[in-house]
């Protein structure tokens, strides 16, 4: 998937988000003094939205829901801040646990930002270009899996992210005919699943989160079959559960996804992102 300046804008946004939280949880360990700001205006994401994230994608419902989940998230942070000392550690810890499953939404939503536009960026190639767009299709041009290439490269975590949320949305349509006509491709034949396996062979195990996606996305390949087997057999109401179980799995598989790339990210590249973002 081509990056355009408007997808880059987003995943800059998302990985600025991650160091925002990271530099929280520090300042908790640490118990020092916040030095996030925890107003939503002025942290980056905010600027961001502000200065050109909704103008940029007005168009898309998820910028709204983003504008809200973000807000929320700072009143989540004032309120894990407000009188801390005064707080038990169990308390600091189920309101950060909250407030991580919020940060969780706010990832997946720039997520779907950042799919959404390189969609309608390919497709505007194609009408731009449709001859070109036709001899793709008639030669079957794609990108072949190489083993060998750098797996760990923050550019292929990002790929695999998107390619994992473009499967997940489009789910529904193995639901036509009650997917009777459905041959779903198996954690290992996926993008994801090649990706995974590949990188515990390059010796990238020492990355905890590596082997939690691993065994989280070997079961949410087994909940999307659960899904069509369900609406196979007439059972509406256990399809619905399954299918809402995989989203679920779907927004913990793109953070712990985002987590990996930004532990694979240079921490001097990180810091010079928000110099040159907004």
Known sequence: MRKNSETLDVNIARILHLKWMFDLKQALTNEETLSPVDNHMECDLGLWLKASGLKKFHQFDAV????SVHTQFHDKVSELMSNRTDKTTEEINLKLESLTEVSREIIYLLTELELASTQMQERQEKMSHPLSSLLDYLMNTKTQRDPEQNLGSPLQVSHVRLKHVQW????????????RH????????????????NLQAQHYNSIQEIKKLDELHVFFHEVAQNTVEALRKNEDQQAEWYYSEMKEMSREIVYLLSLIEY????????ESLSTHFI
């Open 263 to 270: 532990i694979m990210k240079d921490s001097d590249a990180i």
């Open 168 to 179: 997940t949305e489009n789910m529904p349509s193995a639901f036509k005919n009650r997917g």
């Open 64 to 67: 709204q829901r983003l504008d």
């Open 182 to 197: 459905t041959s779903l491709a198996t954690a290992t034949e996926c993008d994801l699943g090649f990706w995974t396996k």
